[in-house]
């Protein structure tokens, strides 16, 4: 009985982590969607799209995993797509610097919340993360050459 216990509550943390990981992704998507939006005359739209059909394809992957599990997986972005939807807004007004400085904010968080998941005892959170974190790193990289570049204009 005992071990049936261990397995619900591994399954529970599984769900809990991957659930707060998705929510992420999904602000991920959400705030590329803003910013696609509020800088109108980008010099780096096919990045920006490249990088927000990337956050999307592993929210997708991650509910579908997490409904496998037999779990509801989250429908929003919750509070912290609320506040980085806020901050790209203000970005918007700023300009395409901004913009790009938010998001390379964004995916440096992303990357260190990849990063300290990697370590997880799980193995069903540590194999979602084996296959996320190189495009993780692959997206923070990208914004990370995009505010380096713009910061040199």
């Known amino acids: ?3 049936t ?3 619900e509550a591994s399954k529970k943390d599984a769900t809990k ?3 707060d990981l998705l929510r992420e992704e999904m602000s991920a998507y959400e705030t590329y969607g803003k910013a696609l939006e509020s800088v109108k005359e980008c010099s780096c739209t ?3 799209e490249t990088a927000m059909a990337c956050h999307k394809k592993r929210s997708q992957v991650i509910a579908a995993k997490v409904k496998a599990m037999g779990a509801e997986p989250s429908e929003t972005s919750g509070g912290w797509g609320t506040f980085t ?3 790209e807004a203000e970005a918007g ?3 395409e610097k901004a913009a790009i400085d938010m998001l390379e904010e964004g ?4 990357l260190k919340q990849y990063k300290e998941l990697w370590k997880d005892s799980n193995s069903t959170v540590s194999k979602v993360i084996q296959d996320f974190l190189p495009k993780q790193q692959e997206t923070h990289r990208v914004m990370k050459d995009l505010k380096a570049k713009l910061q040199a204009k």
């Open 93 to 95: 007004i700023f300009g």
């Open 107 to 110: 995916e440096d968080y992303g």
């Open 5 to 7: 216990d261990k397995q």
């Open 85 to 87: 939807n806020s901050m």
């Open 46 to 48: 096919t990045q920006l």
């Open 1 to 3: 009985m005992q071990s």
């Open 17 to 19: 982590k991957l659930n």
